[in-house]
């Protein structure tokens, strides 16, 4: 099972950036689609945004779209989400995570991702 580990989080104002990097160790990387997801204080944890093994496709949760780019470099075992034009809405702990079996599309919620990493908070302030 691979291994993840988020950072880039950290604190900021509204209508920053930030660029969150998740790296991976442990298995073949270019196996796993991944997805970015994202928990709020007492909310669940939802979709974010998601990538397919080889990059070819990537899907966004409707609050990101446009302001939120999904990428990976599958030489570095890396995954990034570039989050741009941020909102205070935006403020939550980003998880990243693996898939290997979903076939035919990209997975948009959490059970179908069998690998976690820690998360890295993210804050931004009004």
């Known amino acids: 099972q691979v291994q993840l580990v988020e950072s880039g989080g950290g604190l900021v104002q509204a209508g920053d950036s930030l660029r969150l990097s998740c790296a991976a160790s442990g298995s073949t990387f270019s196996n796993y689609a991944m997805g970015w997801f994202r928990q709020a204080p007492g909310k669940e944890r939802v979709f974010v945004a998601a990538?397919?093994?080889?990059?070819?496709?990537?899907y966004y949760a409707d609050s990101v779209k446009g302001r939120f780019t999904i990428s990976r470099d599958n030489a570095k075992n890396s995954v990034y989400l570039q989050m741009n034009s941020l909102k205070p809405e935006d403020t939550a702990i980003y998880y990243c995570a693996a898939d290997s079996t979903t076939r035919g599309g990209l997975g948009l919620i959490p059970k179908v991702y069998e690998s976690w990493g820690q998360g890295t908070q993210v804050t931004v302030s009004s």
């Open positions: 990538i397919s093994r080889n990059a070819a496709s990537t």
